[in-house]
């Protein structure tokens, strides 16, 4: 079973608001990754968690606050985003974070900021 | 950052018929490849990784790596209108990054 699930599968969310991503893997994958996709464009890369601890952070504005409360999950805090953080939010995990291994992503959360 | 490059498209090949996507990079030392299909607005889903030179074959899907001259290809034989989709070739840089092509966008005409 190669199944990471993301809920919501869509948000909107205005500018003031605060809101959460959750992304959930049971394949006992100890690396996790938070990716955001704009239309037309490849997946970039925004944090990795290996081992519950934050490994990779892509210089990601503070508004976006990422949370790895155990193995299997993993969390994007949102607060104050603007409309061009508007994407399609994908969560990914793989075994251990090592060189060579896959990535499995997960359906995405499809972010809209009025 | 490491660069992929991939022809945006779109490429058009006929059902049944055989597509080739290509990929090159510019890391010598990249190691791990992979290559992820999308459809409209869903995830990357893995098709093949590729790690050693030469030829990976899958079902109806080949990968090919020649790491002399930094290029990766996938092969589609036998297209099928459900291999409409975009095609996305990711180099692994370092241990836990992928870095992405801007991916070929394949459209099979039946």
């Known amino acids: 079973d190669t199944e990471v699930t993301q809920t919501p599968k869509h948000l909107v969310m205005g500018m003031t608001n605060k809101k959460s991503l959750k992304c959930e893997q049971h394949?006992?994958?100890?690396?996790m990754y938070w990716y955001k996709q704009k239309a037309k464009k490849p997946p970039e890369l925004m944090f990795v968690?290996?081992?519950?601890?934050?490994?990779i952070n892509e210089s990601v504005p503070s508004r976006f606050s990422p949370e790895c409360p155990n193995s299997s999950l993993l969390n994007l805090h949102l607060h104050a985003l603007q409309p061009e953080d508007s994407a399609l939010y994908l969560c990914?995990?793989?075994?251990?974070?090592?060189?060579?291994?896959?990535?499995?992503f997960g359906p995405g959360t499809r972010l809209l900021v009025l | 950052q490491k660069e992929v490059e991939q022809n945006s498209g779109p490429l058009s090949v006929p059902e049944g018929a055989i597509a080739s996507l290509n990929c090159t990079y510019s890391?010598?030392?990249?190691?791990?490849f992979f290559w992820y299909r999308q459809y409209s607005g869903k995830s990357p889903e893995l098709i093949m990784s590729?790690?050693?030179?030469g030829d990976k074959e899958d079902g109806r899907f080949t990968a090919q790596l020649n790491k002399a001259s930094q290029y990766v290809s996938l092969l589609i034989r036998d297209s099928q209108p459900s291999d409409s989709a975009t095609y996305l070739c990711?180099?692994?840089?370092?241990?836990?990054?992928?870095?992405f092509g801007q991916g070929t966008r394949l459209t099979i005409n039946p």
């Open positions: 990914a995990s793989s075994q251990e974070g090592l060189a060579g291994e896959t990535q499995y």
């Open positions: 394949m006992g994958h100890r690396a």
């Open positions: 968690y290996s081992y519950e601890k934050l490994s």
């Open positions: 890391d010598r030392g990249s190691q791990s």
């Open positions: 590729i790690y050693s030179n």
């Open positions: 990711a180099v692994r840089e370092g241990a836990q990054k992928l870095v």
